[in-house]
């Protein structure tokens, strides 16, 4: 059996969680105060997710990007891939908080959405 450790990101608390798993199976987690740790410890093990930020350039702003984010949770392995996906992206002002600015991104099936408002530039 193997032991694998974390810290619980789930809340403030930051619980120490141990998983001890079998093969490819979870067999036990510990340390969690809460349930939200031990969902938070299976997936970790079996199949990480993460929230990716980043900008994004603007065309005609009174600022030169906008900051994006993914609309949900992404397989970890896909956050380069997503990165990369943003590097030459450039939206035309203005954008608003909550537009997508890419469908599908990584062919993930998660969007990316802007998390703030940019305005024209003033004529």
């Known amino acids: ?7 619980c990101i789930c809340c403030p608390m930051g619980c120490s969680l141990t998983v001890v798993m079998k093969g490819e199976e979870v067999v036990e987690v ?5 349930k939200r740790g031990d969902i938070y410890a299976r997936n970790e093990v ?3 997710m993460r929230m990716v930020t980043s900008t994004v350039k603007v065309i005609g702003g009174r600022e030169n990007v906008v900051s994006v984010k993914t609309k949900e949770d ?4 896909k956050i380069f891939e997503c990165v990369r996906a ?12 909550g537009d997508t600015i890419m469908k599908n991104v990584a062919n993930t099936g998660v969007d990316i959405v802007a ?9």
């Open 1 to 7: 059996m193997e032991e694998r450790n974390f810290i």
């Open 30 to 34: 510990a340390g969690n105060t809460c």
């Open 46 to 48: 079996i199949n990480p």
């Open 74 to 77: 992404i397989p970890k392995g």
């Open 86 to 97: 943003l590097k030459d992206v450039k939206v035309n002002a203005p954008v608003y908080m």
């Open 115 to 123: 998390t703030k408002n940019v305005e024209c530039k003033e004529a």
